[in-house]
């Protein structure tokens, strides 16, 4: 599938190839629209809560004028909630998930770009691509990329010593020592199964992209995993739902292992904290989260302007030093932290970044079915 090859594209070498041939870019006005009279006004963000750190808003209120507004969300489907409750208005930017183009295109409250007010040349081939190849219609585009990262394993290296990326698995999750100290989103969590199962040869299922063929296949797929998450879910302290919980289940709830995005446990990583961050065997599941613009929106000078000073080098990798994420730009490793790019390495050691999943555009039937999978487990 080219989601596939696309994800096998996202990787630090990409980045650094990209970084080589955007020095010429680099050294443009990345904040220069041709509708350039947006120098004061609003702008209103319905955003990831993680995915802006300081000082990107901040430094760009204080270059432009211009007032943003932010509505921090946490997860995929409360942004959709919020999106169909308003039918958009309020928001002038979303920042919906890659895979979840089938499902935004039904909502019909998108519009489409104006490209040629964009710096799409500043962008990574890879991270264009997996924009332009799902959120293309009509002959227009209606997404562009923010930042990239990844779900795999996270622990606290005090508590749980000696993992190893040979042997680091989605079923490491589910190890006797660890009962009861696990955390994990419940969705994420049955998909770990399948890949941990596909991989030893118990569930065979493509990688788990047979699940994505039609409901009857998926439902053959899920329901013997889900039988097994019920049945060990005494495995599991928490199911998480932010970056925030995520954090605090490592910090303060007694998690010892989870399988996490890497964002905030590389932020903790970061901070010294006894937290790291891996790919299993099976893969870390990969993600793109970008803009989209309502079709309510109010400041349209003001949307490319901001868009323009997310995709500048220097933003891309505050952006990605900011939050644990990855950045979407050429030329942004140049601007990365030392701690950062040795965050990155040793996330994905190894033949780790060749064996990527990248989630696959969710048809809206499968995204009721998961969400109905997910909530039996919840609730068990």
Same mark, same amino acid.
């Given at each position: 599938?080219?989601?596939l090859l696309?994800?096998?594209?996202?990787?630090?070498?990409?980045?650094?190839k990209?970084?080589?041939?955007?020095?010429?870019i680099?050294?443009?006005?990345?904040?220069?629209?041709?509708?350039?009279?947006?120098?004061?006004?609003?702008?209103?963000?319905?955003?990831?809560?993680?995915?802006?750190p300081?000082?990107?808003?901040?430094n760009?209120?204080?270059?432009?004028?211009?007032?943003?507004?932010?509505?921090?969300?946490?997860?995929?489907?409360?942004?959709i909630?919020?999106?169909?409750?308003?039918?958009?208005?309020?928001?002038?930017?979303?920042e919906?998930?890659?895979d979840?183009?089938?499902?935004?295109?039904?909502?019909? +409250?998108?519009?489409?770009?104006?490209?040629?007010? +964009?710096?799409?040349?500043?962008?990574?081939?890879?991270? +264009?691509?997996?924009?332009?190849?799902?959120?293309?219609?009509?002959?227009?585009?209606? &997404?562009v990329? &923010?930042? !990239?990262?990844?779900?795999?394993? #996270?622990?606290?290296?005090?508590?749980?010593?000696?993992?190893?990326?040979?042997?680091?698995?989605?079923?490491?999750?589910?190890?006797?020592?660890?009962k009861?100290?696990m955390?994990?989103?419940? &969705?994420?969590?049955? +998909?770990?199964?399948?890949l941990?199962?596909?991989?030893?040869?118990?569930?065979?299922? @493509?990688?788990?992209?047979?699940?994505?063929?039609?409901?009857?296949?998926?439902?053959?797929?899920?329901?013997?995993i889900?039988?097994?998450?019920?049945e060990?879910?005494?495995?599991?302290?928490?199911?998480?739902?932010?970056?925030? @919980?995520?954090?605090?289940?490592?910090?303060?709830?007694?998690c010892?292992?989870?399988?996490? !995005?890497?964002?905030?446990?590389?932020?903790?990583?970061?901070?010294?904290?006894?937290?790291?961050?891996?790919?299993?065997q099976?893969?870390?599941?990969t993600?793109?989260?970008?803009?989209?613009?309502?079709?309510?929106?109010?400041?349209?000078?003001?949307i490319?302007?901001?868009?323009?000073?997310? &995709?500048s080098?220097?933003? #891309?990798?505050?952006i990605?030093?900011?939050?644990?994420?990855?950045?979407?730009?050429?030329?942004?490793?140049?601007?990365?932290?030392?701690?950062?790019?040795?965050?990155?390495?040793?996330?994905?050691?190894?033949n780790?970044?060749?064996?990527?999943?990248?989630?696959?555009?969710?048809?809206? !039937?499968?995204?009721?079915?998961?969400?109905?999978?997910?909530?039996?487990?919840k609730?068990?």
């Open positions: 599938m080219e989601t696309a994800a096998r594209s996202f990787n630090r070498r990409v980045l650094f990209g970084a080589l041939a955007a020095g010429t680099a050294a443009t006005g990345p904040w220069i629209v041709k509708d350039a009279f947006s120098s004061s006004g609003e702008l209103s963000l319905l955003n990831w809560d993680d995915e802006l300081n000082p990107v808003i901040p760009f209120e204080k270059k432009t004028g211009i007032k943003v507004k932010t509505t921090p969300f946490s997860q995929n489907e409360e942004q909630n919020k999106l169909q409750a308003t039918g958009g208005e309020g928001f002038d930017l979303c919906p998930t890659r979840r183009a089938p499902q935004f295109k039904e909502l019909d +409250l998108l519009a489409p770009f104006d490209t040629s007010k +964009l710096n799409l040349n500043n962008l990574l081939p890879s991270m +264009l691509e997996a924009s332009t190849s799902v959120w293309t219609w009509d002959g227009k585009l209606y &997404h990329p &923010h930042c !990239w990262g990844s779900e795999a394993i #996270s622990w606290r290296t005090d508590l749980a010593p000696g993992l190893t990326y040979d042997k680091l698995s989605y079923g490491t999750l589910w190890a006797p020592e660890f009861g100290k955390q994990g989103r419940p &969705h994420s969590l049955l +998909l770990g199964i399948g941990w199962w596909d991989k030893t040869g118990k569930l065979p299922s @493509n990688r788990m992209l047979d699940a994505f063929k039609d409901e009857e296949t998926m439902k053959k797929i899920y329901d013997p889900l039988a097994f998450a019920v060990n879910k005494a495995q599991v302290k928490q199911f998480w739902d932010s970056a925030d @919980n995520t954090k605090s289940g490592f910090m303060e709830n007694g010892v292992i989870g399988q996490t !995005w890497d964002g905030p446990a590389l932020s903790l990583k970061k901070q010294g904290k006894p937290v790291t961050y891996m790919a299993p099976e893969g870390a599941i993600w793109v989260d970008g803009w989209a613009m309502t079709k309510a929106a109010k400041n349209i000078p003001q490319y302007e901001w868009l323009n000073y997310v &995709h080098p220097e933003v #891309s990798a505050l990605a030093d900011g939050s644990g994420y990855n950045p979407v730009v050429k030329g942004a490793d140049a601007f990365l932290s030392e701690v950062a790019k040795k965050n990155f390495a040793e996330a994905y050691p190894g780790a970044l060749d064996n990527l999943w990248s989630r696959p555009p969710e048809p809206s !039937w499968y995204a009721e079915l998961r969400t109905q999978y997910a909530e039996k487990f609730a068990a």
